[in-house]
């Protein structure tokens, strides 16, 4: 079953207008959650990360926040532009490499 | 300065005919992975090595293998591909295996495509 779930899987945005993403995970044994973003034909790439120490991580126009006791966590993507249209996948590890994904939300900014 | 390489990007090939993708790093990692993912799902781990040691996930076919000759060279094996293993495979490295400090890495993928 999938250990991190990831909500919506698509939204639509206005250019300038802020993308959340939602993801929700039962395992309290989980410590690091990425973020990433996928271009297609492209592989994911790291865009930003969390540990549950931290209730919220801001990096350029890309926040995370985190909320330890909902085992909730979300990407806020502020001021949209059309080059932020890719597919984004929340995931979550534990104290060993392996990485439970979301299914993914697929952002499309319109200009 | 590409840091994960993957070739070729597209691969065709029949049902049952051999298939094998490579990936090479530049990073000098120790950890190379491989993951499957189908259209519009999130990737799916199919195995790893760190350094030379092999770790395959419990639920991935015995007709996946792979190989590391070097640190910077991993091949997956496609022993009799299917029509369901059609998707994009990539592969992925990491410094070492603590999560809280190692980020994933990912290659641009190869997409196969089985006739």
């Known amino acids: 079953q999938q250990q991190v779930k990831q909500s919506p899987q698509s939204l639509i945005v206005q250019k300038g207008g802020i993308s959340i993403i939602n993801c929700a995970y039962e395992?309290?044994?989980?410590?690091?959650f990425p973020w990433y973003q996928q271009f297609p034909g492209k592989g994911p790439a790291l865009l930003i990360a969390i540990r549950p120490d931290v209730s919220e991580k801001k990096e350029g126009r890309f926040t995370i926040s985190f909320n330890k006791s909902a085992k909730q966590f979300s990407l806020h993507i502020m001021d949209s532009q059309p080059g932020d249209s890719a597919t984004y996948f929340c995931a979550a590890s534990k104290h060993d490499y392996k990485l439970s994904f979301g299914a993914g939300t697929t952002v499309t900014v319109r200009a | 300065d590409a840091m994960v390489i993957q070739n070729p990007r597209y691969q065709v090939t029949q049902f049952g005919k051999p298939v094998t993708l490579s990936c090479s790093q530049t990073?000098?990692?120790?950890?190379m992975y491989w993951y499957q993912q189908k259209s519009s799902q999130a990737p799916k781990l199919l195995f790893h090595?760190?350094?030379?040691?092999?770790?395959n996930e419990a639920d991935t076919p015995d007709n996946f293998q792979s190989r590391r000759p070097n640190t910077s060279f991993c091949f997956l094996d496609i022993r009799s591909p299917g029509l369901g293993d059609a998707a994009m495979y990539l592969c992925?490295?990491?410094?070492?295996?603590?999560?809280?400090?190692?980020?994933?890495?990912f290659g641009p993928g190869t997409r196969l495509t089985v006739l």
């Open positions: 395992n309290t044994a989980f410590d690091y």
């Open positions: 090595y760190y350094d030379k040691d092999f770790n």
């Open positions: 992925a490295t990491s410094r070492d295996l603590q999560t809280s400090t190692d980020t994933q890495y």
């Open positions: 990073l000098n990692h120790n950890v």
